[in-house]
């Protein structure tokens, strides 16, 4: 691979600079971008999220701006030999929009699907979304953030009638007495929120921490809980017992603002603290510490994230930490509540506008009439067009040039070949299309299987928004246009309509239905949300330049923004939350004698998501150049394996090789791998892909492998 160096030097290039946001997670740290005649330079600003600091990776996301991988010209495979040779535009989007027709043709509209991203502007997924309702007019559009934010996005929904990841600032979590983070390791997913844990701990408050392993967030813990993978839900089930037992439930604020409680409160009777100890490993005096903290502790927060949500009772899972905040009463207290840590950059704003299967913008549901009716509305079309509901991410993906299955995908912002599960059939089934078609920026792993693939521009290349974590929507500034032949995602969906377009002034039309021009999208985004969950409109671009951001729903443009939710009422046609209660079950797949041992995977400091970037900084590879099998010693004595030993992990869906990594840190009974590799390193050639029945969720977070010297 080649090396990422720093940019070219450009002698007599006019200085400039811009205030920007980082292209990676969801805290969407504020920056300052300068390029002069030696190139593009990160500095960071004093934003509410971050307060100056970034991480390695946001001091670093500057050199892919000019990084010699980059694609700058359209490539399309040679049928002859196979291999994908550079092209103009023309003959590029021709080999697009003619396989489409004759695809669609032949088997009808649904059989063109389109995957969208979790990184992706508002504005594109707004402009994705409604390209393949109105444009291609298929049902098939789902993105990669079903695999991040979903179980709790739909805990959310069924609670409280509103999915916003944090329904508080962020600065709540440094003045909370007690924070209960459940599988979340800001301290490498996203370091500078750490700030606000050492602020939380500097002001008296006490960290508890809930993961399998002893990562470095869970070392700055007062008190870590260690449970097997998969028993989550009986750890919050057993906590609420706890608060029920001791009389630390607030009844007054459960019969104001809540329904259902009785039948939660019977569900959890079952659930002592010894019998969760049995279950989960979790000591019952930990158990005991933890939940008189919470029921105890002034201003609470409980945050879930990844850890808990990866597995095929993610909803049920986030559920029983919801109930448990609401019986303490904490959503809408000054101070307190639940919330969830988003993952990808804009893993909010992508799940609002519309590039989910059965979601219209405004965070509308495809089968609500009047939904349809406003949406179409705005698009011009007649409500009876809009196709129906799709399917999840990886049902999605798994019917992929099969029987009756999508015969063509469009993949924007995304690279399944590496982040989906079991991921050695989903790449067979890529392989299985007539049709692939990748936007990007660099050759990804699933762009080099690709039949057609478009040079995209980067996050400091093109104006949009995204929207944080806490429900806060940004602007995102260029600092630059794209190099030449390069497009933005918007200026191909709008070529990609004007083309699929009857005749020339359909063409015309079309072109004029998707513009390229992302304030002009926006705008149009705001009248789509209007009304909806997800309201944007009242925010305009001047408001949020004018401010730190602007936190929806905003429905006026002279009318107040909601940094929080639920002081008064939940989003529910009574304005009551629900309670629902949940019962634990075993993971899909549980341990045996061929398979003898659990696996979890996640994320290190220096890489990001399939590390489709971030594999080629130099910097963040020599701080992380590859994937890592983490296993406690006991378990590698047994297995005959030393540090740094080449190990092979094997599941009944695949294997995957890299260095063993011996750490105390981890369960004896489990094993842990980063995801961002690729190759024979893939993690997620093993993980399990049985889903969540609500969310659509693959199970990330456990499967039963066996593990063994290479």
Sequence with gaps: ???????????????????????????????????????????????????????????????????????????????????????????????????????????????????????????????????????????????????????????????????????????????????????????????????????????????????????????????????????????????????????????????????????????????????????????????????????????????????????????DTVTAYVNLALALGLPGRDGSGYGCLTGQGNGQGGREHGQKADQLPGYRRIDDPAAREHVAGVWGVPADELPGPGVPAYQLLDSLGTPGGPRALLVFGSNPVVSAPRATRIERRLRDLDLLVVADLLLSETAALADVVLPTAQWAEEDGTMTNLEGRVLRRRALRPPPPGVRTDLAIISALAARLAPDEAAATEAAARFPADPAAVFAELRRASAGGAADYAGISWDRIDATDGVYWPCPTEDGPDTPRLFAEEFATPDGRARFHPVDHRPAAEEVCAAYPLHFTTGRVLAQYQSGTQTRRVAALRRAAPEAFVELHPDLATRLGIDDGDPVRVTSRRGEFRAPARLSARIRPDTVFAPFHYAGAERANSVTNDAVDPISGMPEFKICAVRVEKA
């Design 1 to 315: 691979m080649t090396d990422g160096a720093r940019p070219a030097t450009r002698p007599g290039l006019t200085p400039r600079e811009v205030a920007t946001h980082c292209p990676y997670c969801a805290l969407q740290c504020g920056m300052v971008l300068r390029e002069d005649d030696t190139g593009v330079s990160v500095h960071a600003r004093q934003f509410p999220t971050n307060r100056g600091g970034l991480c390695q990776k946001g001091w670093t996301a500057a050199d892919l701006l000019d990084h010699p991988e980059r694609l700058t010209t359209p490539l399309v495979r040679d049928p002859a030999s196979g291999e994908l040779r550079p092209a103009s535009w023309d003959a590029a989007l021709d080999r697009v929009v003619a396989g489409i027709r004759a695809i669609q043709d032949d088997a009808g509209r649904d059989a063109v699907a389109v995957f969208g991203g979790g990184g992706l502007t508002n504005e594109k997924a707004y402009a994705l979304g409604k390209f393949a309702r109105i444009g291609l007019r298929t049902r098939h559009i789902d993105y990669n953030g079903r695999f991040c934010m979903s179980s709790a996005a739909a805990a959310g929904m069924r609670a409280f009638g509103i999915d916003r990841g944090l329904p508080f600032p962020l600065a709540d979590l440094g003045r909370a007495d007690t924070l209960l983070l459940v599988g979340a390791n800001p301290a490498e997913t996203m370091p500078p929120l750490v700030r606000w844990l050492t602020e939380q701990r500097r002001n008296g408050g006490r960290l508890i921490v809930v993961d399998p392993r002893v990562t470095a967030t869970a070392r700055q813990a007062d008190l870590h809980l260690q449970p097997l993978p998969g028993t989550d839900l009986a750890v919050a089930n057993a906590l609420l017992h706890i608060a029920l037992t001791e009389g630390w439930v607030d009844r007054a604020y459960v019969a104001e603002r809540t329904a259902g409680f009785e039948s939660v409160r019977r569900s959890v009777a079952a659930w002592w603290p010894a019998r969760a100890e049995q279950l989960s490993g979790v000591p019952v005096a930990d158990l005991e510490a933890t939940a008189r903290a919470l029921g105890t502790g002034g201003r609470v927060i409980i945050l879930t994230a990844r850890g808990a949500e990866q597995h095929a009772k993610g909803v």
